[in-house]
């Protein structure tokens, strides 16, 4: 097969690959074909079986998944070594990948996120996610409880200044003392605020909508369920149509028959997310994630000492294919992997296989597995 994992000559000579089934995250061509000039598409249509540079046969070919919310993998955590991590999920399919953070102390972020610009720029990974320290003791999850606190607006502006705008997103638990102003400050910026990590009541969390908050880091996990007389975050966030709902399918951190429901509830919402660890692609062992220990047994993570749950050992693709295998429509499966959380946080560019994106795409076998990636139109190496 022309295009080699690493042939550069592939970037700028113009070239095409053909598939069974081309997904644009719009519409599927069958059979169809994408046309790359410079590492971007140029054409995207049906194919009339004639001379292509690539043919990958009865393989569904759709645009690279993008994970909005990753704090590592192959041992490493993005907001250490982005490049070993980054490298990690790309082989899976993830062609664009944010660098999530867990808590630390605010005095260090700054510094932290201004050391991951050059790998934006470098394309390594999309941007920063920072999911603590201004979240909620009673739902912390795998964040040292010491290191919360309530969101300061000077703090925040100094730590997005320092990323340049590579900061995209905020996970806050509005209901804290100044998670509102919080949420107004990122809405006026340009930083995606999302509710996450919260004891915020439905009224409060009806009101964090108002001022500006657009998603829900990763949705029942981490916040309260959904009671008849106090029904919290979650039925404001489920019946409001302006807000992308986070989902980690790994069968562990949601029912396959609860992440079916938000499926059919609201497809064109749904955003796949891994919530990765370190300890994704490795043996069962210890890890760590921030400041805290985590153990992981059978591919799940907890908390050392705990039964808390400490993030996946996620892949994309695996999300992907477990969510067909729960009965979602395909295309809506793999929209909520790339159109979806691309639009979530307006990273231009990526999640669909139109004409002016990046050539980001991956093939698909039968069975949904990955058998080919592609990243500005040059051929990855791929599991």
């Known amino acids: ?20 089934r081309v997904f644009t995250a719009h519409e599927v061509f069958a059979p169809g074909v994408v046309s790359i ?3 971007h598409v140029v054409a995207v249509g049906p194919w009339d079986g004639g001379a292509v540079d690539v ?18 993998g192959a041992g490493a955590e993005l907001a250490d070594d982005p490049v070993t991590a980054a490298a990690y999920h790309l082989r899976h399919g993830t062609t664009s ?15 932290r996120v201004a050391a991951l610009v050059p790998h934006v720029a470098a394309g390594t990974i999309a941007g920063v996610h920072l999911e603590g320290p201004w979240i909620a003791e009673e739902f912390h999850g795998a964040h040292p409880v010491e290191l919360l606190c309530d969101p300061d607006l000077s703090d925040l502006a100094r730590i997005v200044e320092a990323g340049e705008g590579i900061v995209r997103m905020v996970t806050l638990a509005v209901e804290r003392p100044g998670g509102m102003d919080a949420v107004r ?17 439905h009224d409060q969390a009806l009101a964090s909508l108002a001022a500006g908050v657009t998603g829900v880091t990763h949705l029942f996990n981490a ?24 989902l980690i399918a790994d069968g562990v951190h949601l029912h396959p028959e609860l992440v079916a429901w938000v499926f059919e509830l ?26 805290l220990g985590v153990d992981v047994r059978d591919g799940k993570a907890l908390v050392v000492g705990t039964s808390t749950i400490a993030g996946s050992t996620l892949v994309l693709a695996e999300a992907v294919r477990n969510v067909i295998g729960w009965g979602v429509p395909w295309t809506d499966a793999v929209r909520a992997a790339t159109l979806h959380p691309a639009r979530y946080l307006d990273l231009a560019g990526v999640g669909e296989l139109v004409p002016g994106a990046r050539a980001d795409a991956v093939a698909l076998a039968s069975d949904w597995s990955v058998s080919g990636v592609w990243k500005g139109g040059i051929r990855q190496a791929s599991v």
Request: proline share 6%; net charge negative.
């Open 1 to 20: 097969m022309a295009g080699g994992a690493g042939d550069s000559a592939w970037s700028d000579a113009p070239h095409s690959l053909a598939a069974a």
């Open 37 to 39: 000039v410079d590492g």
């Open 55 to 72: 043919d990958l046969g009865d393989a569904t070919l759709v645009p690279g998944f993008v994970d909005v919310h990753t704090h590592g």
């Open 97 to 111: 990948i944010v660098a999530s953070f867990v808590t630390m102390p605010t005095a260090s972020l700054a510094g």
């Open 185 to 201: 400050w990122c809405a006026q910026h340009g930083v995606v605020a999302a509710i996450g990590h919260t004891a915020a009541t």
């Open 223 to 246: 916040m309260p369920g959904l009671h008849h007389r106090a029904p919290g975050p979650l039925l404001a966030l489920l019946r409001h149509d302006a807000v992308w709902l986070e």
């Open 266 to 291: 609201a497809a064109d919402r749904a955003v796949l997310i891994t919530d990765a660890l370190a300890a994704a692609g490795m043996p069962d062992g210890h890890f760590s994630s921030g400041a």
